[in-house]
């Protein structure tokens, strides 16, 4: 196990100061109550700031809900999975022998659950910044994906698009209040959708600024929810 430990080491580019981690991060539940539940909890916090930390840092110009998108999109069960199968996990994780008989070192859940785990591994045994460097070296095609599809579609347009695929009636935006001076006009814009049976409303120096402010409440609010 030892040498299987190295060379997975080596896959991972990075040498655990404490191996009894590394097999804890790789330990299924199905090897009984000592596993790598906690570990992966620990991983799944860690795995979202270093994405958050590198989206924010790249992307200066992207609203808060693209941001939101662009992450929800690196961190999904389905991107954690191809992650574990470029390390090549599914060789050394340990399963009980159920698991092992039927095959679930290639069940994309377990796989997914074991990177978070390896992660947190990583922050304990060496602290946060080892921990995001090892993010952006198995996340980088991922992460390079992300640069290469960054959103150019504004709210209002996400918006309709979302409700139009699932067969949901459009939004209707209504200003409620427009005041102020001549030179510094604030409209408030409302709006309200079947989906989420609830009304947003934001306030802004024009009407479709403001359109676009309540439309980004709806996507960032529908993408928390599908969280």
Not at 17 to 36: P, Q, Y
């Amino acid at each position: 196990m030892t040498n299987n430990f190295q060379q997975l080491q080596q896959r991972l580019q990075y040498q655990f100061r404490d191996l009894e981690l590394l097999r804890l991060a790789l330990s299924h539940r199905s090897c009984g109550g000592i596993n790598n539940e906690r570990l992966e909890f620990l991983g799944d916090s860690v795995l979202g700031l270093a994405v958050t930390d590198f989206l924010y840092a790249q992307f200066t110009e992207v609203r808060e809900g693209d941001l939101s998108r662009m992450r929800s999109h690196i961190v999904r069960a389905e991107s954690l999975a191809q992650v574990a199968k470029d390390l090549q996990l599914g060789q050394d994780i340990l399963l009980g022998q159920g698991e092992m008989k039927s095959g679930a070192q290639r069940r994309e859940s377990i796989l997914g659950d074991t990177v978070e785990a390896l992660i947190g591994a990583v922050y304990l045994d060496s602290g946060l910044d080892k921990a995001k460097h090892c993010v952006l070296m198995w996340f980088a095609g991922l992460l390079d994906a992300a640069a290469e599809a960054r959103p150019i579609k504004d709210p209002k347009t996400s918006l309709q698009e979302f409700l139009q695929q699932r067969g949901h009636s459009l939004p209707e935006y209504r200003v409620i209040n427009a005041g102020g001076e001549a030179h510094s006009r604030l409209f408030t814009v409302s709006c309200k959708i079947d989906l989420l049976e609830r009304e947003f409303t934001a306030t802004a120096s024009s009407r479709r600024k403001a359109e676009q402010m309540v439309a980004e409440q709806f996507l960032v609010t529908m993408e928390k929810n599908s969280q």
